[in-house]
């Protein structure tokens, strides 16, 4: 009676672990969905880490207690390779080249992102200032003193430039950027946007060589005050089952919405790298989502990923508590190579991290 209670808990087990491996491959390979056709199924990539963790958890299941079916998960996770790897790169860190172009990506969030700091703008300004970039891509580089901005920032970089993406009563959003090279023109790249978001293209001239430079604030989930509460009550299991249902359908639909609004703008840029494809390009900033998306995967097929390509961990970027996903990314062309790429999360003056990496432009072919 017991070995047969024993043999029905293994099959028991070993079914709830196919189901899992099952649901984290779907949730894994999402992001070929397009949001705009696929809104709903397009969003389960945030799921995937906690399919991941299931996994996890009956492999040590089976090694402690049928150690002879392990090999399922380990198959899992063979087969999750690639959304592994986007999600959570592991790369040792390798020596700087010299001629290397250090970039850094930050959500300012209008220099108030954490009010611990009573002199948010001089903090941020600081910290740019010691890390000593050559390049510096700003969104929410927003002020109502922008001249006093530029002259602070013109101490460190000789050329500055800030767009302004809208500029009304109910929101001011702009982007910027910061650097040691000069600026030969910039252009904007139009699509539609709910509030204030938008991308930029600047055209540097490093050395010989001229660097497309695309700074982004893509389309947020525009979740109020109340679905973040909500949200974190779903996590830390503080609603009754019907609740918990009722409103993960409703953060889901608002999630799915904002998706396919900006899979329409990641396309916008995708083409415009696609047309300028004989340049240096770097596209950088605010995407808005996590690794595993149609956001990410669109320009992954285009660009090289510097955080996968040279990052280690997670790197979560977005540091509001219950919203931790790494939501910041880089890019680079094929002729770039990246290096030591990270999140500096000892840098808290916004509700983001700064995103670092070092890049090193070759010959074309």
Known sequence: MIKKLKKLTVQMLVGADVATIVLMLLAGYSDRLHPADHPLLSTLG?????????????LFVFLLFKW????????GFVCAYFPIRTYMPIHAPSDIPEGAIKLISYNVC?????FKYEEGFETVRDYLRDEQPDIVCLQEDCDTWRRIVFRDYSKTFAYNDTIVLNNSEASFNCLGIHTRFPIIRRERIDYETVVNNGSCAWWLQVGKDTLIVINNHFESC???????????QILKGEMGRDSIRTESKLLMVKLAEANAKRSLQIDRVRKYVEAHAGYSTIVCGDFNDNPISYSHYAMSQVLTDCYVASGRGIGLSYNQKGFFFRID????????????CKIDDKMDASDHYPLVCWLKIGDKE
């Open 222 to 232: 525009h979740l109020n005050t109340d679905d973040r509460r909500q949200y974190q």
């Open 46 to 58: 945030m799921t995937f880490p906690a399919f991941v963790l299931c996994n996890l958890a009956f």
């Open 68 to 75: 002879t079916r392990a090999w399922i998960p380990v198959l």
């Open 110 to 114: 209008t220099y108030g992102g954490n």
């Open 329 to 340: 990314h880089l890019f680079c062309s094929a002729d770039i190579q990246p290096y030591n």
